[in-house]
């Protein structure tokens, strides 16, 4: 076996070159192509692969991205970009923003983590691998669980929408108990964290609906991290920071109630509109990316404004228009009926049929 020679220019590719075969610059091209049918020996490949990585140093840390020194790479550090995955599925702007470096070194940055880690397209086929394991979440009511294929789905965002007190905290606490089921029962066998916007998470809540279903409440609180959010940035500030909790906790959803209330309460007037949408859709994107990367559910309410433009039929819409319309993968809209009822009803969605189910809140939870 011939040790590879010598590179030529630094541009070129590495190419073996056996002995009998010496070739002339004009005929490069030839050979290459030759050669590259003929890599059918594993030793020849292997040693392919080792010239390769003795050329480019294999990326696998954050600092050994070109452009990202010490200072740089805690910067990234601090705003959550830990891992060349995270940086690989950042926008440069973002880039930009928290590590102060320019906008082509931003876009050098996460071309080479994108690179490191064989990003771009994937076939129809690696798609359909990732979406087998994509989990599926019981909501407590069967009706419900039918409209949605089968439960609330990892790797999406749902966001139900609706009128105060027609239970949108409800259901974003009784999932948060039942994420913690084993398989077999509905649940994804995993851990919360639960950004609360409006301060009306109730652990007294969550005890209730744990027992009824004959869980151990004392530990199911424990597996529920639940942030106070004080204002939009300190909202958005959590979901930047979430991913290594949710790493560590084995987190299998995350709950954001209420999504929009700080940004409707804060953006108020004219020309903050513009403002607010594109700090909502950067939000909307950390949590787009953590479902994704991490295959978990993020869950978000959201509430309606009235919109007397709309002459007949159902004058509210939600909030955010169509950038959180846009980004929620299921979006439901949920409204009181009789009692207890409620009619939950799905909302232009991808892949499954729209349609309406009922189910109920009652002191044990959402139930049929
Ligand atoms: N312990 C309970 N027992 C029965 N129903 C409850 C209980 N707690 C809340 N509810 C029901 O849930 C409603 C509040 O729903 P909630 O999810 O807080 O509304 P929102 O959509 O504004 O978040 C109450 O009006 C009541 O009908
Ligand atoms: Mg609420």
């Known amino acids: 076996m011939v040790k590879t020679k010598a590179i030529k220019t630094t541009e070129e590719e590495p190419k073996m070159e056996t002995e009998e075969e010496p070739k002339m610059e004009t005929e490069k091209e030839e050979t290459e192509l030759k050669e590259s049918t003929k890599l059918e020996n594993a030793e020849e490949s292997i040693e392919q692969e080792e010239t390769d990585s003795k050329l480019k140093p294999k990326i696998t840390e954050i600092e050994d991205l070109p452009g990202v020194g010490p200072t740089t790479a805690t910067k990234l550090r601090e705003a959550g970009y830990d891992n060349l995955e995270s940086i690989s599925v950042a926008s440069p702007a973002e880039i930009v923003e928290v590590a102060a470096l320019g906008e082509a070194t931003a876009a050098k940055v996460i071309e080479a983590a994108r690179e490191a880690q064989d ?56 999932l948060a108990v039942n994420v913690q089921l084993p398989y077999d029962k509905g649940g994804l066998e995993g851990g919360v964290l639960f950004i609360d916007t409006e301060g009306t998470f109730r652990p007294e809540r969550i005890i209730q609906m744990a027992e009824h279903l004959g869980m151990n409440s004392e530990q199911v609180l424990k597996s529920i991290h ?95 228009g169509h ?46």
């Open 226 to 320: 639940v942030a106070r959010a004080y204002n939009s940035d300190h909202q958005m500030l959590l979901a930047e920071k979430a991913a290594e909790l949710i790493k560590e906790k084995n987190i299998r959803l995350v709950v954001v109630d209420s999504l929009t209330a700080h940004f409707r309460a804060e953006y108020v007037g004219r020309g903050t509109l513009a403002n607010r949408q594109q700090k909502l859709n950067r939000h909307m994107h950390t949590l787009a990316k953590l479902s994704d990367l991490h295959n978990i559910i993020i869950f978000v309410t959201n509430q309606v404004m009235s919109r007397p433009d709309i002459m007949f039929g159902d004058p509210t819409a939600p909030i955010g």
């Open 119 to 174: 990003m771009g397209y994937e076939t129809a086929a690696d798609l359909m691998i990732r979406r087998r394991i994509i989990g599926r979440l019981t909501t407590g009511a069967a009706e419900v669980n039918e409209l949605l294929n089968g439960g609330i789905e990892t790797q999406s965002i749902t966001e139900v929408y609706g009128k105060y007190g027609c239970g949108k905290s409800q259901l974003a606490m009784q």
């Open 323 to 368: 950038i959180v319309g846009h980004t929620a993968t299921y979006r439901i809209y949920l409204r009181k009926s009789k009692g207890e009822k409620r009619i939950a009803k799905l909302v232009d969605s991808p892949c499954l049929p729209d349609g309406e189910a009922l189910f109920s809140v009652t002191e044990n939870g959402i139930e049929e």
